[in-house]
């Protein structure tokens, strides 16, 4: 049998965890059909199935039990030895900004152990949209930047795609209405995701008004379970108390949004050198398995 995957064990005591694909999905940035491949590819090694579903919860079998006890063991020591041999002495401060959609992901996480390795090493964080990054990194107000890959023109290190959805709460019954509600960013701010997908409306030639606009993820999300209307959110956004609708029922389907690592050019200390190559090796290693990478 070969090794098994830490990425794949990760996934695994994070749904047994959480009770769910959905709020693992959501713990780890991830997709739940990422989720599930995953899975699929480690009871194909082990041979055996590790997780069934009882009512809503998810749980693991009588095997998973057994592999969740080692998993569990398995990345506390590979934790453990990444810390006792990763420690620096570079010291320094390094302004980051990035979307909400990645700081509510594993992104604090990553960010939380890379203050545990590198001690020395101030982080200033920043939430903000794509746009206000941008101009951030350009005015190297920021040293660093996870973001939408439109709004840049300096070259993003690419890092991964993330879809974007129409969701709506499971009761609302947005094909009886002649004018869709729309739920999305403010019409005045500038949105690449939100553009598209009013375009793709438009070009459909189906009608629209927006009754709810917020710049902040968690406001959409709170409109979106309330059913003031249908959202465009990232698809890892999706939350259980909401469902995505498909491109077969009346929706034209949204691209998906490239994100990328941006650095200012005035960011040139060692600090910002070890806190990208952290955030560059962390997170590309990610396997977003339902996503693509290509334009």
Request: charged letters at 20%; a negative charge; hydrophobic letters at 45%.
């Amino acid at each position: 049998m070969d090794p098994l995957s830490n990425d794949q064990l990760r996934t695994f005591v994070s749904i047994v965890q959480e009770g769910s694909y959905t709020a693992a999905a959501q713990k780890l940035f991830r997709t739940q059909p990422a989720l599930s491949l995953q899975i699929k590819k480690l009871e194909e090694q082990i041979g055996s199935r590790v997780l069934e579903r009882n009512g809503r919860q998810t749980r693991p079998t009588a095997a998973g039990e057994v592999l969740l006890s080692y998993a569990i063991r398995i990345l506390d020591l590979n934790e453990e030895v990444v810390n006792k041999l990763s420690v620096t002495d570079t010291e320094g401060s390094v302004k980051i900004g990035v979307l909400e959609e990645v700081a509510i992901g594993p992104l604090v996480d990553l960010l939380t152990k890379f203050g545990r390795l590198c001690t020395k090493i101030d982080l200033d964080f920043r939430v903000a949209t794509s746009w206000e990054l941008s101009r951030l990194i350009k005015e190297n107000r920021i040293c660093l930047a996870v973001a939408n890959t439109e709004y840049a023109a300096s070259p993003a290190v690419p890092l991964w795609s993330e879809n974007y959805v129409w969701a709506a709460n499971p009761e609302y019954d947005f094909l009886a209405r002649d004018v869709l509600p729309l739920v999305a960013d403010p019409m005045d701010l500038p949105c690449e995701v939100r553009d598209i997908a009013v375009r793709l409306l438009e070009r459909a030639g189906r009608k629209y008004e927006l009754v709810f606009s917020s710049s902040s993820l968690q406001a959409l999300q709170a409109a979106i379970r309330a059913g003031l209307g249908v959202g465009i959110i990232a698809e890892s956004a999706v939350t259980e108390d909401m469902v995505v609708i498909q491109s077969g029922d009346g929706l034209p389907q949204i691209p998906a949004a490239h994100i990328g690592l941006y650095r200012g050019t005035a960011a040139t200390s060692t600090a910002v050198d070890c806190l990208a190559e952290f955030l560059i090796g962390n997170l590309q290693a990610i396997e977003y398995a339902s996503l693509s990478l290509t334009p």
